[in-house]
């Protein structure tokens, strides 16, 4: 029997739900409020980014119960099935 992996509870404020296809939302720095005063394109900018690919495997290791690695997989996975798919009915 293994140790529970512990959640970094900064990564939990900072990082939201991963999405089906297992990427990482985060929120983008300096769009959090005052917003008046830094004119409309701060406005169009407001809301979330995904995590770069650089960054996912640390990002993934300090959120241990996200589960996006094994979601990101299963869809890389189903998007090869679909391309060989594809490749196949074309020939």
Known sequence: MGY???TKKSAVRRFWKSTA???IRRGIKG???F???KGQ???A???TEIVDNNNFAVVDKLLPYRNAKR???KALKRAMRREAAAN???K
Do not use: E, Y
């Open 88 to 90: 196949a009915t074309a």
């Open 21 to 23: 296809s297992g990427k």
């Open 45 to 47: 900018l407001q809301g």
């Open 31 to 33: 769009h959090g409020h």
């Open 71 to 73: 979601k990101r997989t």
């Open 41 to 43: 394109g701060a406005h």
């Open 4 to 6: 529970k992996l512990k």
């Open 35 to 37: 917003l008046s005063k």
